[in-house]
Each structure stands twice: as C-alpha cells, then as structure tokens.
C-alpha cells in the first residue's frame, strides 16, 4: 500500500459519478474504496443514494476495515425545493443518519441539488429551514453535521451574498460548514479569505481545483492556492478532514487515475510547501 499522508485527507466519490452520469461506476463504492486506499488516503465520503450494497452498514464496515479506510463523511444530496422536506427526503435523510450512527465522528455532509435560481428570498429560507431541521435530528442521535454549498449557475448557494444570507442563518449549534474550495472561487469569491470570514463554523473541508476554463481543474493545475490553506488549516490546528473531490475534465475518462494523482500530487506537492 502507499505511504498513507499526513493531516486527515479522504477523498470524495463524485470524481466517478462524474464519469457517464455515474452509469459506469453505479454499485461500484468497493473498487473505489480499493482505489482511494491504494493512493494513501485514510477516508472516504460517498454519495448516500450511490452506495449499492455497501449502503448496508455491515457490508460497509466490513469493507471499509479490510482496506484500512474511514467513513469520513456521508453526502446527502436532496432536491429540498419544497417549504419543508418531503415524506420521501426526511425518510432518506432519516436512514442516512442511521447508517452513519454506526460510524462515531463521520459527518452528515448537507447538499442541495441545483435546480435554478428563481425564487431565491423564499427558497433560501426553505433550504435553511430544512437543513437546520435534518442537522437538528441527526444531533440528537449523536451524528455531526456540515452543510456544503456548490457553484453551478443555478445553485442558490453559489454567490457571496447566497453565503452571507445561507450561512449566517443556520443553526450553529446543529451543524458546520464545508468550505470548498473550488466552489467558492467558481463563484467569485476568494477560498481563503471566505474560511477566515466563517472559520468558526468550519467542521469539514472539500479540495477541488479551479482555472475558469470553464471551471475545474485535475488538483495542482488550478488557480486555487492549495498550499496557503492548507498552511492556514495546519496553523489553526485543523482536526477534521480534508476531502479531496476532483472535478478536473480528466475524472471523465479515468477517475482512478485522477484519485491516484491526487494522493501522490498532495504527498509530494502540496505537503512539502506546508511548514
């Protein structure tokens, strides 16, 4: 196995998912697991409506323990358009939670699926009414919690004033925030100095890289400044993960080979400029 890296790095599963609207790898979370752990990663963060057979706890445990890999985190990707959760999201979100209580300290990671940004004053409520309310549950049953806004053109959670307005509005005492990085430059704002501004409510951390044309870039190819944040975490004393979800045009045609760059890009890269 790879020399597994310092600090808490995991990796992401989208950078598959991306790879023929995710038909290619459908049911495959085993072999990504096999590959994150062969670039030296120590967790995963997989899709919860994307898992196959290993959405089965034991399987998972199973899995995860034989390739000497974490749970890191569970992505729970919903539409959440209406005023409050539907009888079928707040069941998907209740089983997510469930599943994620067999793994102490993995974080229920929040994302809403982008679907236009008409309605914005209401729907902004809404998605802040509904995550506090998801977050709210999964703390009582002892499960942390990270929202994680996204950059697409018709994410409601993609400017700075959708952050200002989204962020400042949850409820700090049921969840965190997930800064990405490249979400965050894809929409117009600077990966660092946005950490700083909400560092307080930062419990988890996703890596992308970013060069406009039109967006991502494979990881070290980009224009986000790697080493300074991580520079920043490190002198903070950072305690969670780092999640590294690659959306470089690369991931289309060889996600495995992406995620094994990745590992090696950060090891040899990234590190040695972080004092």
């Known amino acids: 196995m790879t020399q597994q890296l310092p600090f808490r790095f995991g990796s992401e599963v989208y950078t598959w ?10 049911g495959q979370l085993g072999h990504m697991i096999e590959v994150i752990a062969k670039a030296g990663f120590t967790g995963i963060q997989p899709i919860y409506s994307w898992m196959g057979d290993l959405q089965d706890a034991d399987r998972l445990e199973a899995k995860l323990k034989e390739e ?49 940004r008409h309605d914005l004053t209401s729907r902004r409520q809404n998605l802040v009414n509904i995550v506090n309310s998801v977050s709210r549950r999964a703390m009582e049953r002892g499960v942390p919690c990270s929202f994680h806004p996204n950059s697409p053109h018709t994410s409601i959670t993609r400017t700075e004033e959708d952050y200002s307005i989204i962020l400042e509005a949850l409820d700090s005492e049921a969840t965190g925030w997930t800064p990405d990085v490249g ?17 307080s409510m930062i419990n988890h951390v996703h890596y ?3 060069d406009g ?21 490190k002198d903070r004393d950072y ?21 094994l760059h990745d590992g090696q890009w950060i090891r040899e890269e990234l590190l040695p400029q972080v004092k």
């Not at 998912?17 to 459908?26: A, P, S, V």
């Not at 305690?239 to 995620?259: F, M, R, S, Y």
């Open 208 to 210: 992308k890289d970013w």
């Open 213 to 233: 044309a039109p967006e991502f870039a494979l990881m070290g190819k980009g224009k986000v400044n790697l080493p300074a944040i991580t520079q920043w975490l």
């Open 17 to 26: 998912f991306m790879n023929n609207n995710g038909q290619t790898y459908e």
């Open 183 to 199: 979400h965050i430059i894809n929409g117009g704002m600077d990966p660092l100095e946005k950490m700083k501004e909400y560092a």
């Open 239 to 259: 305690k969670g993960w780092i999640v590294c979800e690659d959306e470089g045009k690369e991931a289309l045609e060889n996600p495995d080979a992406v995620t």
């Open 68 to 116: 000497g890999i974490e749970l890191a985190a569970l992505s729970l990707a919903m539409d959440w358009n209406g005023a409050e959760e539907s009888e079928k999201e707040r069941e998907e979100a209740d089983q997510a939670i469930r599943l994620l209580q067999r793994f102490p300290g993995a974080i229920l990671c929040t994302v809403q699926k982008p679907s236009g």
